[in-house]
């Protein structure tokens, strides 16, 4: 089995930053990819960015130049370095981990969830 555990949400100021990690752990054969999603209240949940092993990255557009997505494969953790927070970028931030494990091949992983809240 894989878990994933996130931590480093809370609660910051307009303009603000805060950094989200989450690490995977359990039965791992390789990770394909990781990355971060989020659901604000009322609304879908969204790609905010995504990280390959070969170091490929996607961003929202909503996120680009803010927020930076980075990984330390040694420690299959994943950050998410975002800055110039605003108050629409509160939401419950999630972690998600695309993994090869000894027995299953591309299994998606979800970790619990992180609450991010911007006050203006």
């Known amino acids: 089995q894989v878990q994933l555990v996130e931590s480093g949400g809370g609660l910051v100021q307009a303009g603000g930053s805060l950094r989200l990690s989450c690490a995977a752990s359990?039965?791992?054969?390789?990770?394909?990819?990781m990355g971060w999603y989020r659901q604000a209240p009322g609304k879908q949940r969204e790609l905010v960015a995504r990280?390959?092993?070969?170091?490929?990255?996607r961003y929202a557009d909503s996120v680009k130049g803010r927020f930076t997505i980075s990984r330390d494969n040694a420690k299959n953790t994943v950050y998410l370095e975002m800055n110039s927070l605003k108050p629409e970028d509160t939401a419950v931030y999630y972690c998600s981990a695309n993994i090869d494990t000894y027995t299953v091949v591309s299994e998606s992983y979800w970790g619990q969830g992180t609450q991010v809240t911007v006050s203006s």
């Open positions: 990280i390959t092993s070969g170091g490929r990255l």
């Open positions: 359990g039965s791992i054969f390789s990770i394909n990819f």
